[in-house]
DNA sequence: CAACTAAGGCTAACTTAGTAC
DNA sequence: GTACTAAGTTAGCCTTAGTTG
């Protein structure tokens, strides 16, 4: 998460403000969010996830490499998606399951 | 999360026990969470994860075509998931960001 | 300006007990 | 056997206040 929002390039003030938390707040708690003391509401993630531009799926990843294919899929177009879809599930297809 | 519980065959109570919970518990958490009434612990969705054996991120994904993406994931080799990284990279690398 | 932490109030989850199919 | 719900308790998040570079 800390990386998607350095990224963006938004301060931690400042990114939760821009998903409503009130200012005096936002540092605090999206501090605790990024070195993991506390976890947001889901809602909450996905107000983070919205503002920088990520799948909220990609906050609940340990899998670096997975977590790599989460955030491009959010950055990929409709076509593109679709595109995505059947090449993975044709290389999946009948193995190990 | 209960379409990956169907599809293991497992009921909600069986669920519960196999990743620890108490016997007279585990049925009204699991319910609970299916139902979407409580949101589970990241350390619990993790627990649930392995046992249903799909990436614990599938569980907080509200898009069903990226969900089935994370779930073909889960069932690929790595050798697999090393060409769905590449593809992935490479389909969306340069456009729309 | 930017990021982090401690302590107390309060919300949400957990447990217990019970119901419906 | 399987799945769901109500009410009281408890754990964890949210707020306040303050510290560090």
Redesign the pocket.
Known sequence: M?EAR?LAGI????LGVAIG??E??A?????????G?????YD?ANKLARILRVPVAYFYCEDDDLAGVIEAWGRASAAQRRSIEVFVERAVRGEDG
Chains 1, 2 share one sequence.
Do not use: F, N, W
């Open positions: 800390r350095l301060p931690q003030d400042k938390l009130d005096g707040t540092s605090a708690r999206i501090s605790r969010y990024e070195t003391a506390h976890a947001p509401p909450v």
